[in-house]
């Protein structure tokens, strides 16, 4: 199987924990779910026979979709962008675009250029929906490279068997049962409403959703793993659905992780924090 890596870069991505998580992956004969793509590091790690993979982020979803089904168009647009890569003026004026005013590969084209030259590789939209992160500078001022044409191909070739939706979480693994393996891995709890997210982070009652989702598919005998911050736990006595997820008495076991997280805006959420890691099933039955 071969080794790839995500082709953006995106905020709660798991690339740096992947290696504490593989301890832990199932092994699943059914359906691979992630209803909170971001940049599929889980995804492309595990390279799954049958998956279905969401995400509520419209601009994300087509630009795995062209990934999947136009690799080399995207390639050949992102061709041009890459002689643009060190130019301010540039980057200001394709951030200024109207991607309703583009065609699906060029808005994937946009979306990576963007990310690989935007400040700290954050993905932030205004109220109205547009792209506001500054521009970027690489360390020493290496220009930084767009894509890599092998593991485009390859991610394209991982999703190939792969269903894509835009769709809220709960539409994503309607279909969910026994020995499917559902990733969940949301915007992670804030206990100061500064986020990592930005206007993306989950209040609390939207976490105690998601803590209900995950009871709702262990019911459905799906094989189920969630990953969070570890403050979450400060819910515990406010959401039944949250205390729910660490009582002793259930069918679900807690571990937690220290984690790096790089990308961000706020300060505070940079270097090493707490990671929760909740999953339905005994690790060694499964392995």
Partial sequence: MAKIKPFVKWAGGKTQLIKKLDEYFPSFKGTYYEPFLGGGAVFFHLQPERSVLGDSNEELINLFQIIKDKPQELMERLDFHQTKVQDKEYYLDVRSWDIKELDGVE????????????????????????????????????????????????????????????????????????????????????????????????????????????????????????NNSATLDSLYEDYDSIKELFDNDSHYTAHHFDSKWSIGAVGEWRGKKGELMIINYLRDKYR
């Fill in 107 to 226: 808005e994937a084209a946009r979306t990576i250029y963007l990310n690989k030259t935007c400040f700290n590789g954050l993905y932030r939209v205004n109220s109205k929906g547009q792209f506001n992160v500054p521009f970027g500078r690489t360390p020493q001022g290496n220009p930084p490279q767009l894509y890599s044409k092998d593991n485009i191909e390859a991610c394209s070739k991982a999703l190939e068997n792969a269903e894509l939706r835009c769709q809220d979480f709960y539409e994503i693994v309607k279909e969910t049962g026994p020995n499917d393996f559902v990733y969940l891995d949301p915007p992670y709890h804030a206990p100061n409403k500064a986020s990592m997210y930005s206007k993306l982070a989950y209040s609390d009652e939207l976490q105690d959703r998601v803590a209900q989702f995950y009871h709702n598919l262990h019911e459905t005998g799906a094989l189920v793993m969630m």
